[in-house]
């Protein structure tokens, strides 16, 4: 089966042959092509104004593997911004690709219920020491085996240099050549979905990274001072011709690449003052083109809480809330962001738990600014909870992960919780095993950038009391190092550790039984059927189902014994004090007290 996404811009290669050239420059008086054939000859074209900033030609001579740029005024050559693939970096050609060259086999595949969802979050440069999609499709086994059900991939758009993070993209089309090419990206996606996998793909559409963005030479209306972001003027997602370049970028990941979803980085940080915002569009875009044949998902990151834009079935957002007030109750952390959650964040815990989000309007103690909308009304499928994730251990100073920050018990409770309470549960690459090393923030910067970057980044966590020391401050890796990419790859060999081995079987028997016993009540539930209860240290949180149906979960998330004043109503699924792999096993007659961290889940049918 051949698949392709047809692009109203860059180089499509036509029915008859030829390729077509087409780029948007409306800062631009002339723009020509500059080409290099398989046989390294080069010619050269001119791009003629076909009105409204367009330039195009049409070639019979620039067949798949032609390498081009466009030379902007005769002045300066740039990679095109809508390049499928730029083998030898963001500041070099373009190459000509043609997408019906992979037969693709997987043709029946029609993805998963949302409800179904568990979602393993990786970066393919350091999921393993290749760091390559190859020995990523060759581990896939090993996923499936846990029983994660989809995989979320880090940013793949090409960014300067060979390490990073992938965040800091300029050619949004292009997969990022240090991984392989576009047919290994597209096998790693076909075995997974011959293994029952679903595949999710990180976008960033609010910023171009600081090196290789060329857009504002030749088109600079891409941009509008009206909102200045971190990153300089934002993106105008007002201008039709740029609200099209992204729109049409995610339809080519989800049909080109036949990717199950995306995750959308910080909407918050699109300006949008037009009467529909962007991403609105964008997700009606990708639910009404390929997500009416087949299951599409669509993941926001929205710090602003916008419950409105998760009302639309298989729409998600990252709950943050969910991860601050877990994170608060087992590290005892307070600084930063985790101020607004320091005060109550067992209630907090049960408030998201039941509601969703946490802040739905109040006013944050961090910002001083209110913030969010109610959410309770929502089914549990409109939030994506997660312990960790590569913002929450990479933005620290020294990367440390939950395993590292605090102990088993407290860990083995958390994990629980997220995995059988019935949002979608999201883990990070290595917390299924309790790996202990470092996930930090890396890149891949020359001179004063590097510097820059180096220097900021310690300079972020002066208002620290572990940082307030400029020697201590010193200490934290230099993210262009080499060093600090390396000792972010995951140790696959740690996992034969018995300590290691018997975290993996933990969770591997938690994602059994919620595969088993709680997902198929997840689509029952019923909309703001969700209770939660505190008392002291004891956290009681119900969600009820039709038909009488009910799970129920009982914690205790303190450090001493806590009474609870009535047993939990139904079958006992699980107590963090059980092996999990044997939770079709009588269970131990339970105490009417709880131990500390201890975790109870009821479930009656």
Not at 343 to 369: C, H, M, N
Not at 498 to 521: I, N, T
Request: include cysteine; charge should be negative; aromatic fraction near 10%.
């Amino acid at each position: 089966m051949k698949r392709r996404h047809k692009l109203p811009f860059g180089a499509e290669i036509e029915r008859d042959g030829r390729t077509r050239f087409r780029l948007w420059a409306p800062s631009a008086k002339s723009v020509s092509l500059k080409l290099q054939a398989l046989d390294r000859s080069e010619a050269q074209a001119v791009l003629k104004s076909i009105g409204e900033g367009w330039y195009e030609t049409i070639l019979a001579n620039a067949p798949a593997g032609t390498r081009y740029a466009y030379r902007i005024d005769d002045e300066i050559d740039v990679p095109d911004p809508a390049s499928r693939f730029n083998p030898t970096g963001v500041h070099d050609a373009s190459v000509v690709i043609d997408p019906t060259s992979f037969d693709w086999g997987d043709e029946d595949w029609k993805g998963h219920a949302w409800h179904e969802l568990v979602i393993y979050e990786l970066h393919v440069g350091t999921f393993s020491r290749e760091g390559t999609y190859a020995a990523l499709a060759e581990r896939l086994g090993d996923l499936a085996e846990l029983g994660v059900t989809a995989i979320e991939l880090l940013p793949l758009a090409s960014f300067p240099g060979v390490r990073g993070w992938g965040y800091d993209g300029v050619l949004p089309y292009a997969p990022h050549p240090a991984y392989g090419t576009p047919e290994d990206l597209k096998r790693l996606v076909q075995r997974a979905h011959d293994l029952g996998l679903s595949v999710l793909l990180d976008v960033v559409y609010n910023h171009f990274g600081p090196e290789g963005n060329y857009l504002s030479r030749y088109a600079r209306e891409f941009f509008t001072s009206k909102h200045h972001t971190p990153w300089g003027d934002a993106i105008d997602f007002a201008n039709p011709n740029v609200r099209q370049f992204f729109i049409q970028n995610a339809l080519y990941w989800v049909n080109e690449y036949h990717f199950d979803g995306l995750r959308v980085d910080a909407v918050h940080a699109m300006y949008d003052d037009g009467p529909r915002h962007f991403i609105d569009e964008l997700s009606d875009a990708v639910k009404e083109g390929p997500g009416r044949e087949r299951e599409v998902h669509i993941v926001l990151e929205n710090h602003r809480n916008e419950a409105r834009r998760l009302k639309r079935k298989g729409i998600s957002q990252w709950n943050d809330d969910f991860h601050h007030a877990v994170h608060v109750l087992i590290t005892g952390e307070k600084e930063g962001y985790y101020e607004d959650y320091a005060d109550r964040p067992i209630e907090q815990l049960g408030k998201a738990l039941a509601e969703g989000f946490i802040y739905q309007g109040e006013r944050s103690v961090t910002s001083g600014e209110a913030r969010g909308e109610p959410s309770a009304h929502l089914p549990t499928s409109a939030f994506v909870n997660f312990l960790q994730n590569h913002d929450q251990i990479g933005n620290r100073a020294l990367g440390e992960r939950l395993a590292v920050l605090t102990q088993s018990e407290p860990l083995r409770a958390a994990l629980a919780i997220l995995l059988l309470e019935p949002h979608i549960p999201m883990l990070f690459m290595g917390e299924e095993y309790a790996a202990t090393q470092s996930f930090f923030y890396f890149c891949d910067y020359t001179g004063d950038l590097a510097t820059a970057v180096r220097n900021g980044r310690r300079d972020e966590f002066a208002g620290f009391a572990a940082f307030s020391d400029e020697t201590r401050r010193e200490q934290i890796p230099d993210p262009n190092a080499r060093e600090t990419f390396e000792r972010s790859q995951l140790v696959w060999d740690e996992r034969r550790q018995e300590r290691h081995r018997r975290w993996w079987e933990y969770v591997s028997g938690l994602l059994r039984l919620r595969a088993g016993r709680v997902v198929p009540l997840i689509p029952n539930l019923e909309p703001a059927g969700s209770t939660y209860h505190v008392n002291g240290n004891v956290l009681t949180a119900a969600w009820r189902a039709s038909k009488g149906a009910e799970l129920q979960m009982v914690a205790n998330l303190g450090t001493s014994d806590a009474g609870v004043r009535s047993d939990g109503r139904g079958e006992l699924l699980f107590c963090t004090a059980d092996d999990p792999a044997r939770s079709n096993d009588v269970h131990r007659a339970l105490s009417p007290a709880l131990s500390p961290w201890e975790v109870r889940f009821y479930l009656r049918e």
